[in-house]
């Protein structure tokens, strides 16, 4: 090894080498994120198995078994987010500001969707009874014309 070039070398490494670390830390603060929890409006119970998605980015998540929803490396920009369940209704907020280097905390409270009537049959009243009977009596009657219709002939 010749003398004095080793020497010069290893601060030109560690200089390259920080400056490396240095632009990769710098890129990593310029992205924020956005996160909170999914939770049932009126109970305030977690909400697992939520689609959480970013609108017009493509990216969406699942909410995990604590109702928790994560999107990292966002840059900054003004989002949409809407959260879909089945039985739920669809949730969505505008202009969520995301900064560099700064996270977003927001929790969305889903609203269950009103349960389906049972359709539960209620006997007709009796006006409709009425209504029946005498619409059935009126056929009958035209029937029985209809079939008792015979030519008048004359026995002279």
Do not use: C
């Amino acid at each position: 090894m010749i003398p004095g070039k080793g020497e010069t070398m290893r601060p030109l490494f560690s200089l390259l080498t920080a400056l490396v670390i240095l632009s990769g830390s710098a890129q990593a603060a310029t992205v924020g994120r956005i996160q909170g929890t999914i939770l049932d409006s009126k109970t305030q119970k977690p909400v697992s198995g939520a689609t959480v998605q970013l609108e017009d980015t493509g990216r969406s998540v699942i909410s995990d078994e604590n109702g928790a929803y994560l999107f990292l490396s966002l840059d900054p920009d003004a989002y949409t987010l809407i959260v879909t369940r089945e039985g739920y209704n669809t949730w969505r907020k505008r202009n969520i500001m995301v900064q560099a280097d700064f996270g977003t905390l927001l929790h969305v409270p889903l609203e269950k969707m009103p349960e389906p009537a049972t359709g539960a049959y209620t006997r007709p009243g009796p006006l409709v009874i009425l209504a029946i009977v005498l619409l059935m009596a009126i056929w009958q009657t035209l029937r029985f014309f209809r079939q008792n219709r015979h030519p008048q002939t004359s026995d002279m």
